[in-house]
């Protein structure tokens, strides 16, 4: 091997790594700002509950879900342009599996995410029960 290609492949390397490193330099030091926050707030008497507010998933389904149809995306990409016998069929069929996955993930956290929001109905008042009604009479109500 020839310097000039080892200094290529040192390269690649580099770049491969570099998004890494810098995601963990900026993870740190968030993590050391957050440090330095609480304990300013600490030394200031601020109770602990007030330091940090609960942490709202929000939709979490949406972005498994899309996880997902993008590794199945570069999946099927991988079984359209792979040549036959080389690495690239198990390339295709993990990324396809693992996509399924995530899908699957999405939607059962869709399903049995708590609903935290009204729906429109009942924000446009038309399963409100009435004053000293029970919910048995209303839904007779209802469906007469």
Known sequence: MSPLQAFGIA???IAAA???????????LKKRLEHKQIMAAIEKGTPLSELRPPK??????IKNVTIGIAL?????????????GGP???IALVLIGVGAAWIIRGVLNRKYQPQSQPSTEDVAG????PVGASASE???QANE
């Open 56 to 61: 709202q998933n929000g939709r979490l389904w």
């Open 126 to 129: 038309e399963n409100k029960n």
């Open 72 to 84: 199945l995306i570069i999946g099927t990409g991988f079984v359209l342009v792979a040549p036959r």
């Open 88 to 90: 690239s069929p198990t």
């Open 11 to 13: 390269l690649i390397v």
């Open 138 to 140: 209303s839904s007779q």
């Open 18 to 28: 570099a998004p890494v490193i810098i995601a963990g330099v900026v993870y740190y």
